[in-house]
């Protein structure tokens, strides 16, 4: 008998971004293991963007909880924080519903970059919205212990990321005259893209593949990189096969699931030693990271391919799912 999933999420289904993407290629691997999984995101309701950060959408989900009752789940797992997710844990904490979480963006250092809110005032929401649930599920061992250092128990549990590997492989690497430096993200102020505009490197061309609120004024503001828009499949992997580095300057994310894409298409990435980079990077084989992204780059870019790729092959999606699995706990 198939058991269902349902997973509360900010998200819209055709969102590129990291949530959107671990939970999408979760869905396979749970379909053959006995599992359906259900989704209520903003796409059910009325919703506007969210001012300065359009990724995050605010929606009134009107007759939430008949909804959750019509899809009578087995498991529940709320995915983020924003107004679905709290509507949802009020929810289910009324309804005496056991439900877990994940913790997939630092959360109060992008409200501090975008909305100029301190730290010390998200952190305690933070650990609120997560307080009741089973199991608090993040991207790795040092977002565990960053969590538990601001007052998570011993419920937060590392999870891992995978690699769509029929999209994301090597394929011929064409020579060209200038250096290909590429950048996969949304753009956006926190993703401290502007360091990679700046960064002083000879003789390159720097690609910027993806959409977001500071998109126009970049154009305007660094008109020797290539902006190219959001995309996605064949033409995505393209890029990631065709850079000779992936650039990663961002200081904030959890993970970076680019990363490993890039990666898994035998390309080195380039990085701050930071969170995200630190956990997923072999520094010197599938990367480098340096506090000066310039270096980090020329080394890099020294890197042999195939180990690059050889070494990617750790990250799967089938472990991701069953991690996720394993940690599911009936919702009654």
Known sequence: MTKKILIITDNLVDQINGVVTTYKNIEPYAARDGYSIDYINPGRYRYVDCPKYNEVKLAYPKDLGKTIEEISPDHIHIATEGLLGLFARRYLTIHGYSYNTAYHTKFPEAIKKIFNVPEFVTWP????????????????????????????????????????????????????????????????????????????????????VGDGPMLKQYIKRYPDVHFIGAKRGVELAHYYQQADVFVFPSCWDTFGLVMIEAMACGTPVAAYPVQGPLDVIDDNITGAMDNNLSIATKKALDLDREKVYNMSIKWSWERAWLIFRDNLKSSK
């Open 125 to 208: 929401l933070i650990c609120w919205f997560h307080s009741n649930s089973n199991c608090v599920l993040t991207t790795t061992p040092s977002m565990v212990k960053q969590l538990q250092s601001h007052g998570f128990g011993d419920n937060v549990k590392p999870w891992t990321r995978g690699v769509d590997r029929e999209l994301f492989k090597p394929a011929e690497h064409e020579v060209r005259d200038k250096v290909i430096l590429l950048n996969v993200s949304r753009v956006s102020k926190e993703k401290n893209l502007e360091a990679f505009y700046e960064m002083d490197y000879p003789n390159c061309q720097k690609i910027q």
